[in-house]
């Protein structure tokens, strides 16, 4: 997030593309590393992410 990186508030950001700042928020814990954002990396940390992920393992035991 460009703007983060140039000192941007999070309530800002999520305005303009019309998202809640919790999930501006998430996205740049998630994704950032020290001190940068990087949409590139963050893109493939969430295929990464995506890899190791079991389809479907919560929702069809049909429990909680």
């Known amino acids: 997030m460009l703007l983060h990186n140039n000192g941007e508030g999070i309530s800002e950001i999520a305005r303009r593309p019309g998202r809640h700042k919790s999930t501006i928020s998430r996205e740049l814990k998630r994704d ?29 035991t049909g429990r909680l």
């Not at 950032?32 to 919560?58: L, M, T």
Request: glycine share 10%; aromatic share 14%.
């Open 32 to 60: 950032s590393f020290p001190g940068c954002y990087s949409s590139f990396a963050a893109q493939g940390a969430y295929r990464s992410r995506r890899k190791v992920a079991v389809p479907g393992e919560s929702s069809t």
